[in-house]
């Protein structure tokens, strides 16, 4: 009889032992054949959604088939009822903690992707992926306690108080947090939109923060400007609500010049800028207006236009020497300041 009870007591440690062993086994075969399949299918699809997908489920695909296991060996052991409530209570404490980093990773490389659909919704910055990753730990924490049997009620109404307590001592922290949350969500501000701030700085959004939005302005140098008070200044966006804009060009030419051939030879010089300069769109077809006669001149306005704010420089640079020549080989005079002086109203003080 001692025999026969060795051997049961044998057998209680032994089979457990071994479903889990051959969990990880499986497991490590599943992941070598299968995931290797999907990798190579995934590689042929146009989109990268499925790449981020399978690469992070490879992560704790081993820990699941662990838990899977575990969970067979613990049926089958010879675990008291308290012992196997514990034990359940750890797997699931356990799978739900992987599956909410799992979807935690998952929607922060769909966010990262350039073409992700995520972005029309969620626009991509630190403080749009901060709240994603809040969100869901939040989410998988409520279910944890949940599964261990702990009333949630209570701890929303302490979080509650101790929130309403939180938001009158960090007022300054909050009213940032949500000047950049609604930016971001509207759109206003996107990272990587070249803007010009109220006080003249111009450069391209960085990040958007949770306290601040970063602005890289032409001198290669960091602006940080709290949300709060970003929301609240007059803004120019020059990639919004698209990114090409009209380049504007102020010149002058002589009151004997002919108008006609004037406008003739310059929109020729703004069409040749437009196909042959980086930077300028091909299929626009410039035009321009005059609008002053000036002392000396009668001014007018050349219309081209530039694919985003920072083609507009060379655009303009490549349009004045270009028609500058054209305006010397055709005779056309851009005149020099004129100032008359009267001698005879100097002699009579």
Not at 46 to 64: C, G, H, M, V, Y
Not at 130 to 154: C, D, M, R, W
Not at 205 to 218: E, F, P, Q, Y
Not at 285 to 292: A, D, L, N, V
Request: charged share 20%; proline share 3%; hydrophobic share 50%.
């Amino acid at each position: 009889m001692k025999n026969i009870f060795a051997w049961q007591d044998l057998l209680n440690v032994f089979i457990p032992v071994v479903i889990i062993l051959a969990a990880f086994i499986i497991g490590l075969i599943l992941r070598k054949i299968v995931f290797s399949q999907f990798m190579k299918w995934a590689k042929k699809t146009s989109t990268k959604a499925d790449d981020i997908i399978i690469n992070e489920l490879n992560r704790p695909f081993i820990l699941w088939c662990l838990l899977a296991g575990l969970y067979f060996a613990a049926q089958v052991s010879a675990l008291s009822v308290e012992w196997l409530d514990i034990t359940g209570k750890i797997i699931t404490v356990l799978a739900v903690a992987s599956i909410t980093i799992f979807l935690a990773r998952v929607s922060i490389g769909l966010l990262n992707m350039p073409s992700s659909k995520l972005r029309e919704f969620l626009p991509e910055s630190t403080l749009t992926k901060s709240l994603v990753k809040i969100f869901i730990y939040v989410f998988g924490a409520l279910i944890v306690l949940n599964t261990l049997g702990i009333s949630i009620t209570p701890l929303l109404t302490a979080f509650g108080l101790g929130g309403l307590a939180v938001a009158l001592a960090l007022q300054d922290t909050l009213a940032n947090l949500f000047a950049g949350f609604y930016m971001t969500i509207s759109k206003q501000i996107r990272v990587g939109d070249f803007i010009k701030l109220e006080s003249g700085e111009e450069g391209y959004v960085v990040d958007v923060g949770w306290r601040a939005t970063r602005v890289k302005i032409l001198p290669n140098n960091v602006v940080l400007i709290p949300n709060a008070k970003l929301a609240q200044s007059v803004i120019t966006n020059y990639y919004f609500p698209e990114r090409e804009l009209g380049v504007l060009i102020q010149v002058g030419v002589h009151y004997e010049s002919d108008l006609e051939y004037v406008e003739k030879v310059t929109i020729e010089v703004g069409e040749e800028v437009m196909k042959e300069v980086k930077g300028g769109v091909p299929t626009f077809m410039p035009f321009i207006r005059y609008h002053t006669f000036d002392d000396f001149s009668i001014n007018l306005t050349v219309i081209l236009r530039a694919k985003e704010f920072m083609d507009n420089y060379l655009v303009k640079h490549e349009f004045i020497k270009r028609l500058h020549k054209r305006y010397a080989k055709e005779g056309i005079n851009i005149p020099y300041p004129i100032r008359a002086i009267n001698y005879s109203q100097e002699k009579a003080g």
